[in-house]
């Protein structure tokens, strides 16, 4: 008698270990299913490493925000930066346009520069010309904003 019960405890506690672990799969296995998400902005600056970007040739006022004014459908605006390597190694410099606000302006304007790819030697500055440059047809677009990146790569 005393054999069936600790038997039958056994089973009781192999069934019982076998829920809990099913449950566990299943908790596990459906959280994924029945997640949600948000993004949330976040707004703010990056200084590239041992790149600088400033808005006058003497380099004493960091670039922190371009401004093009208004621009004409099929027209162009210029801007002028200064970018130092800051580093003790040549920087080969890129940049890149992201973050197109309203998102569909990317389809209508273009960022572009004249250093791209440009070699920038350690300590050394240059001046560089950024170009927006906009579709003859920009649809209902009348304002936008995006970011511009500058990368130095060793």
Not at 26 to 52: D, E, H, K, Y
Not at 105 to 122: F, P
């Amino acid at each position: 008698m005393a054999t069936l019960q600790k038997l039958d405890k056994g089973k009781i506690i192999a069934v019982v270990i076998a829920l809990a672990l099913t449950g566990t799969v299943l908790a596990i296995s459906t959280s994924g299913l029945l997640s949600a998400s948000q993004s949330v902005p976040v707004n703010g600056s990056i200084t590239a490493v041992n790149l600088a970007i400033y808005s006058d040739s003497g380099l004493t006022q960091n670039c922190t925000s371009l401004n093009t004014g208004s621009v004409s459908p099929g027209g162009t605006a210029t801007q002028t930066i200064y970018v130092k390597n800051t580093g003790t190694v040549p920087e080969t410099l890129t940049m890149a346009a992201s973050n197109w606000n309203p998102a569909n302006a990317s389809s209508s304007l273009t960022l572009s520069w004249d250093r791209q790819n440009t070699v920038l030697n350690a300590g050394q500055s240059i001046q560089a010309t950024l170009t927006l440059t906009t579709a003859s047809n920009t649809g209902s677009l009348t304002t936008f904003s995006c970011s511009a990146t500058f990368t130095g790569t060793q």
